[in-house]
């Protein structure tokens, strides 16, 4: 099945202790969509860029088999973030930000886009996504991620988005900014109320919750060796849980876990890279690999107790 | 098989964002020995109190099965800490901390506890770990807590004790300070190098990190609905941990990883009450009910590929 992006495609600049990269491709639909081909061969970006983008990513992309017929070029610069990590790899340190074309981004779907049955509204105006809402006709998944800056900025718009949509993608400090309250799990409870039927709350280090109103899921976060460069962490995982989704046609509890799985070992290898170095070149053989591995060194019986 | 905990035994001050109590049951030695004792029989502590410390409290131990025969009397007041978490439960705000008897302890163990099986340090002087070690005939485990100011202060002797014992028990931070590398991984195999054979790391909502020369293994927090009162978390893991191993008699990776899941388990019902209030009176049914939930809420299958 075939799976609708809309988001953002950047040149970053990122600086990390373990190096750096200038102008290098970057935003959240190219993340989520390099992502999301490793498991779904159908997979439709919307997207703005300026006439200065480098044509070697536009060919690197649709030479993934990635389609874009949605990504419009404007007249002016593509979106450009600068931003340094420090050790500790939280939040990074904005250097600079210039919105250029993509501050006036009106998603327009192109006709064959929106039969998409896996729709996922990336981190943009809540007034935006709900554009996109409107335009895709009887998907199976509607999804979208947020950020604080819209739950301070667009709450009544954000709110009306939740009503639209089946899953909210947010992290822990945005469940309790929306929600208002300090325990995580009731605030998740509180979020499902709004409106999504699937909550996923990214927890960075500590991994990934997963909750609806019968069932919880947590999984930590896949213990990898050595972050290289944090970008595109969320967007990655998005992908391969839509992407994997798509693979499978359904939606239940066992595939939902599966692809929050499927989502933290593709951003886990990710992370491993500057810019989209490491997520362009896998394979779904090295994303099976992983997730067999996690499987084991996660897994545990319980005994009987006789006491 | 018999456990043994040297350890504090203190009277805790302690006011969170839900309560607060005042000279409350607390110390290592207590969160420990009555998390262990849900599991084993067989528990003998080595601690000591002050002439002022309620005989309500040595009763309350004793009629839970404890051997307090290492537990001594000394003239003078019981160790007492007073502290304040904010919401985040993050690192105490220490209000006040009075050694007392504490501050001339002498660990000193009875003849029949000389045969414990199962032998845990908890955080005190490494010189006086060490001490502890020497009185012990042929256990089957020797495992230690420690903290970032015996790293800094005492590291020559950390670093001895580290040769002489089978497990460490510490947080990632630590993990980092003590291998002076960034990557917890990494850092984590630097610290297997140094002696034991077994490393724990406590990584508060992010779960434990179990890792040996062979295996590893992650676990997230199991979710709770609210903290209360998190002193206590990282003993009464310990305490479940060991006792649970000392009643199965054996260690391997299968024990090792249950050990860990009933140690978190435990851990999460003791934070859900003030003081020790919750912990005194949890069964073996209501942990091995949590243990079934937890196995349940992170378990997941891997699908075959065919892409």
Chains 1, 2 share one sequence.
Not at 275 to 298: C, N, Q, Y
């Amino acid at each position: 099945m075939s799976v609708l992006i809309v988001g953002s495609v950047a040149l970053d600049s990122v600086a990390t202790p373990y190096g750096k990269v200038d102008d290098a491709l970057g935003g959240s639909a190219t993340y989520f969509s390099l992502a999301a081909r490793l498991f779904s061969p159908d997979v439709n970006v919307v997207a703005v860029i300026g006439d200065d983008f480098p044509e070697k990513h536009t060919q690197m992309l649709l030479g993934k088999g990635i389609n874009l017929d949605g990504l419009m070029t404007s007249e002016g610069k593509t979106f450009r973030w600068a931003g340094k990590y420090s050790e500790d790899f939280g939040d990074p340190e904005t250097l600079d930000t210039q919105l250029n074309v993509f501050e006036t981004f009106a998603p327009v779907l192109p006709e064959h886009y929106c039969g998409s049955s896996f729709v996922f509204l990336g981190n943009i105006d809540p007034t935006l996504q709900r554009q996109v809402v409107k335009q895709v006709k009887s998907p199976m998944l509607v999804a979208a991620d947020t950020m604080n800056f819209w739950i301070e900025g667009k709450l009544d718009e954000l709110k009306a988005l939740l009503s639209d949509i089946d899953m909210l993608l947010i992290n822990a400090l945005e469940v309790r900014m929306l929600s208002g309250n300090k325990s995580l799990l009731a605030g998740a409870r509180d979020v499902l109320k709004m409106g999504p039927e699937i909550l996923i709350v990214k927890r960075g280090e500590s991994g990934v919750m997963v909750i609806t109103e019968d069932d919880i899921f947590v999984l930590p976060a896949y213990p990898i060796e050595q972050v290289v460069d944090p970008t595109g962490a969320g967007d990655s995982f998005a992908g391969a849980f839509m992407g994997y989704l798509a693979s499978r046609g359904k939606i239940d509890f066992v595939e939902l876990k599966r692809a929050v799985v499927a989502g933290s070992i593709v951003a886990s290898m990710n992370v491993e890279g500057f810019s989209v170095h490491k997520l362009a070149e896998l394979t779904i053989d090295d994303i099976a690999a992983r997730m067999k591995e996690f499987r084991e060194i996660t897994s545990f019986t319980v005994p009987e107790f006789d006491l």
